[in-house]
C-alpha cells in the first residue's frame, strides 16, 4: 500500500500563495499518476489538477488553470502543488491521491489518500 501525508495548508489572504506538499511512501511511487482533490464544507470533493507518472503531463481544473501548478519528484516521493492568487473560494481541505487507472479527473480514479491539510484564504 502507498500512504500519503501531505503539509503545508494554513491561513493566507486573498492573493497570497502557498506550497502544499505530498510525501509517498512505498518504492513504487513513480507508477502512479499523482491527482489533487479539494472539499469545502457543505460541498462535494472536487478536482484541482493531477500529474502523470512521469512529471510529463499536467491538467487543471479550469477555476484554478493559470494560478495552480502541479510538479513531481519521482526520486524523493514528493508530489507539490503550488498555489498563487488564492481567492477566498479556494477555501477548502486539500487532498492528495494516488491512481493507476485511466482516468483522473474523478475522486474514484484514485486508490490512495492523504488526510488533507487545511487551506484557508481571507478576504
Known amino acids: 500500500q502507498v500512504q500519503l501525508v501531505e503539509s503545508g495548508g494554513g491561513l493566507v489572504q486573498a492573493g497570497g500563495s502557498l506550497r502544499l506538499s505530498c510525501a509517498a511512501s512505498?518504492?513504487?511511487?513513480?507508477?502512479?499518476?499523482m491527482g489533487w482533490f479539494r472539499q469545502a464544507p457543505g460541498k462535494e470533493r472536487e478536482f484541482v489538477g493531477y500529474?502523470?507518472?512521469?512529471?510529463?503531463?499536467?491538467n487543471y481544473a479550469d477555476s484554478v488553470k493559470g494560478r495552480f501548478t502541479i510538479s513531481r519528484d519521482n526520486a524523493n516521493n514528493l508530489t507539490f502543488l503550488q498555489m498563487n492568487s488564492l481567492k477566498p473560494e479556494d477555501t477548502a481541505v486539500y487532498y492528495c491521491?494516488?491512481?493507476?487507472?485511466?482516468?483522473?479527473?474523478?475522486?474514484?480514479?484514485?486508490?490512495?489518500w492523504g488526510q488533507g491539510t487545511q487551506v484557508t484564504v481571507s478576504s
Open positions: 512505498g518504492r513504487t511511487f513513480s507508477s502512479y499518476a
Open positions: 491521491a494516488a491512481g493507476r487507472g485511466f482516468y483522473y479527473d474523478s475522486q474514484y480514479d484514485y486508490s490512495y
Open positions: 500529474i502523470s507518472r512521469s512529471g510529463g503531463t499536467t
